[in-house]
């Protein structure tokens, strides 16, 4: 058994504290900056709805707000058969601070799989047009 990845555990631990009392889908989200720090995210949904914001887009903020070095790794952690990648929004916000790193997309049976943020963001508007 390959022993776990902690980035992976802090995913997993983030989506235990989702508030989604709506959609009942927990998702947790971790980043990993080039210093080994660690930033976590649950998506915190509202009785508005429209106001709902994504873990991704929530660890990637507290990432920005405390002063995250250049992320390297970003987890998701969702309870699907087919592993949850991040939604449009959070792919762009993805884009502009972690376009760079590589995507992990884990579910709880333990599936998972590696990918790159760039593989899933193949034609971004960012700052080169502004
Ligand atoms: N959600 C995320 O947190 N991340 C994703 O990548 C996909 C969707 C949340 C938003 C909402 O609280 C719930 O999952 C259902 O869409």
Redesign the pocket.
Known sequence: MPSPDPLIEAALAARER?H?P??R???G?ALEDEHGRVFTG????NATYGL?????RVAVFKAVSEGAGKLKRVA?A?DTGTL????GA?RQILWEFAADAELILVNLAGKQESLSVKSIFPRPFDASFV
């Not at 649950?42 to 949904?45: A, L, S």
Request: with cysteine; hydrophobic share 40%.
């Open positions: 989702a989604a709506y959609s889908f927990k998702v989200a649950c998506n915190v949904e709902t914001m994504c873990a991704e998701v969702a949850t990648p991040p939604c959070c």
